[in-house]
């Protein structure tokens, strides 16, 4: 029993994650365009027939710019807060649902909760999805840890955790002050060392992939982040969210073997995935 995960992009460009089973699937967030998602998502060999509902985690333009285009074409859905609505003015709200903190949300054989998060929002919620005894979590756009950041990270089988910055590239970098203080001032984004450290001291040994996601174009380095990581990693892959392109579609599975042949699996893009 699996679940199939893929980061479609990340980053301040637009961010979108997409995780299913056999027969349905979700976006938690839809930040790039309606024609860039159906794209990507043929080139995985991923069916957007699928698709069951987006997820929203806050009203920013990375995260909310395909949503409303996807959802008229597709007829899905749109889950998100009535806070988080209000900044939405494109999305209809006839095609929403409510979204509340710690109310899971059943989608067949789906389980999608939102919790809390420390960003500067109206009301800024991160998710885990959950089926076939698996849960994935999407920690992106969180200014700092928090209790809810620890409790579901320690609960995830796989995860998309934001390593948006460098410490050193972003004092050292052409930002103004500002903008500097709003993404390290606790409500904006976490660095690679901040990342590193919920990694380090929260994971599950039961998680097999970490998706590093949201990297700053102008203050991180991708090859620097993994191999942070890559240093601590030990049975985990980890995986740089592009910016620029989808990732792969991986396979989550229900445990870590302890054998050293173990290698978490990976489907590329081709049109024999009938999967999906």
Same mark, same amino acid.
């Given at each position: 029993?699996?679940?199939?995960v893929?980061?479609l992009?990340?980053?301040s460009n637009?961010?979108?994650? #997409?995780?299913?089973n056999?027969?349905?699937a979700?976006?938690?967030?839809a930040?790039i365009?309606?024609?860039?998602t159906?794209k990507?998502?043929?080139?995985?060999?991923l069916?957007m027939?699928?698709l069951? $509902?987006i997820?929203?985690?806050?009203e920013?333009?990375d995260h909310?710019?395909g949503v409303?285009?996807?959802s008229?074409?597709f007829?899905?859905?749109?889950y998100i807060?009535s806070?988080?609505?209000?900044?939405?003015?494109?999305i209809?709200?006839?095609?929403?649902?409510?979204?509340?903190? #710690?109310?899971?949300?059943?989608?067949?054989?789906l389980?999608?909760?939102?919790?809390?998060?420390?960003h500067?929002a109206?009301?800024?919620h991160s998710?885990?999805?959950s089926?076939?005894g698996?849960t994935?979590?999407v920690f992106t756009d969180?200014?700092s840890?928090?209790?809810?950041?620890?409790?579901?990270f320690?609960?995830c089988? $796989?995860?998309f955790?934001?390593?948006?910055y460098?410490?050193?590239l972003?004092?050292?970098?052409? #930002?103004p002050?500002?903008?500097?203080?709003?993404?390290?001032g606790?409500?904006?984004?976490l660095s690679?060392?901040?990342?590193?450290e919920?990694?380090k001291?929260?994971?599950?040994?039961?998680m097999?992939?970490?998706?590093?996601?949201?990297l700053?174009?102008?203050?991180?380095?991708p090859?620097?982040?993994?191999?942070l990581f890559?240093?601590h990693?030990?049975q985990t892959?980890?995986?740089?969210?592009?910016r620029y392109?989808?990732?792969?579609? #991986?396979?989550?599975?229900?445990?870590?073997t302890n054998?050293s042949?173990?290698?978490?699996?990976t489907?590329?893009?081709?049109?024999q995935?009938?999967?999906?």
């Amino acid at each position: 029993m699996s679940l199939f995960v893929t980061s479609l992009n990340s980053g301040s460009n637009g961010n979108c994650y #997409y995780i299913g089973n056999n027969t349905e699937a979700v976006l938690i967030d839809a930040g790039i365009s309606c024609r860039e998602t159906e794209k990507r998502m043929k080139l995985l060999g991923l069916s957007m027939n699928k698709l069951k $509902a987006i997820f929203v985690s806050h009203e920013h333009t990375d995260h909310i710019k395909g949503v409303p285009a996807l959802s008229d074409k597709f007829s899905l859905p749109v889950y998100i807060t009535s806070s988080t609505l209000k900044g939405c003015c494109e999305i209809k709200t006839e095609s929403t649902k409510s979204l509340l903190p #710690y109310v899971p949300v059943t989608i067949s054989g789906l389980t999608i909760t939102a919790f809390p998060k420390k960003h500067d929002a109206e009301d800024p919620h991160s998710f885990t999805i959950s089926g076939n005894g698996i849960t994935v979590g999407v920690f992106t756009d969180i200014g700092s840890s928090c209790k809810h950041v620890i409790e579901n990270f320690g609960q995830c089988n $796989a995860a998309f955790l934001e390593a948006n910055y460098d410490e050193d590239l972003l004092e050292n970098g052409n #930002y103004p002050y500002f903008l500097k203080k709003r993404i390290r001032g606790g409500n904006g984004h976490l660095s690679n060392k901040e990342a590193l450290e919920i990694f380090k001291t929260h994971k599950s040994p039961i998680m097999s992939h970490l998706f590093l996601s949201h990297l700053s174009k102008n203050n991180n380095c991708p090859a620097k982040a993994k191999n942070l990581f890559d240093e601590h990693a030990g049975q985990t892959k980890i995986i740089i969210a592009s910016r620029y392109e989808q990732t792969a579609v #991986y396979v989550i599975k229900k445990e870590i073997t302890n054998s050293s042949a173990h290698k978490p699996e990976t489907l590329f893009a081709s049109k024999q995935l009938s999967l999906f």
